[in-house]
């Protein structure tokens, strides 16, 4: 069984730094990796789709890598903003079959100004 | 384009009650997910739709549970007997199908009293 492991819960920065935000998952067959964007109240808006051929994947400031072998994606954001406070979300579909998507808990981000 | 739409937006009901929650997905998408999220979590999966047959309904907690997809296109969530532990906000997603990005509705935050 798939299981989606985000860490740390919570991340406070000041703005302007550039950040990583983990994501790692204990079954390495997946067939892709998603990154998405939650903000309080609001439903998912999809920032990063990474196929399990790709080793990474940029839009923008972001940029997010996929590491199989090791069961790693990260989440790079560079400069960041005020505006990017939220909660970030990762989530594999395994193969197999499903289509369905395994969600970790999120890393919740706050970029002080 | 339009993005996937949830009505309603809000439901409060008491116990015991059944409720139908509707989603719309994108034009032309022939996936279509149902993910359910309480506070703190990642959303989790219920079924998802390949057309108007499911897919996969492995993730429906109970009997009380169903969902319907007759034209492949609008979908509705029925939950029968409503129990306060089904408190939370369900979500919906739609899709090219697999290997595309999933895009998610703004979801409906249901209440049970």
């Known amino acids: 069984k798939q299981e989606v492991t985000q860490i740390p819960a919570a991340l406070s920065v000041p703005e302007g730094e550039n950040l990583v935000l983990n994501c790692s998952f204990t079954?390495?067959?997946?067939?892709?990796l998603q990154w998405f964007r939650q903000d309080p109240g609001k439903g998912l808006t999809s920032l990063l789709l990474?196929?399990?051929?790709?080793r990474e994947q940029t839009s923008g400031r972001l940029n997010a890598s996929l590491d199989k072998s090791s069961g790693r994606s990260t989440l790079y954001i560079a400069a960041s903003q005020p505006g990017d406070s939220a909660t970030y979300l990762c989530a594999a579909i395994t193969q197999g079959g499903s289509e369905k998507l395994v969600f970790g808990k999120g890393t919740k981000l706050t970029v002080n100004p | 384009g339009a993005g996937v739409s949830q009505t309603p937006s809000n439901k409060v009901t008491e116990k015991g009650k059944y409720v139908e929650l509707r989603c719309d997905p994108i034009?032309?998408?022939?996936?279509l997910y149902w993910y359910r999220q309480s506070l703190g979590q990642g959303p989790e999966f219920l079924i998802y739709?390949?057309?108007?047959?499911?897919?996969?309904d492995s993730g429906l907690p109970n009997d009380r549970f169903f969902a319907v997809r007759p034209e492949g296109s609008v979908s509705t969530l029925k939950i029968q007997r409503t129990e306060r532990g089904d408190s939370a906000v369900y979500l919906c997603a739609s899709s090219r199908g697999l290997g595309y990005e999933q895009y998610f509705g703004p979801g409906t935050r249901l209440t049970v009293t």
């Open positions: 079954d390495s067959a997946i067939y892709n």
């Open positions: 034009s032309g998408h022939t996936a």
């Open positions: 990474i196929q399990s051929s790709q």
């Open positions: 739709f390949q057309g108007t047959g499911a897919a996969d």
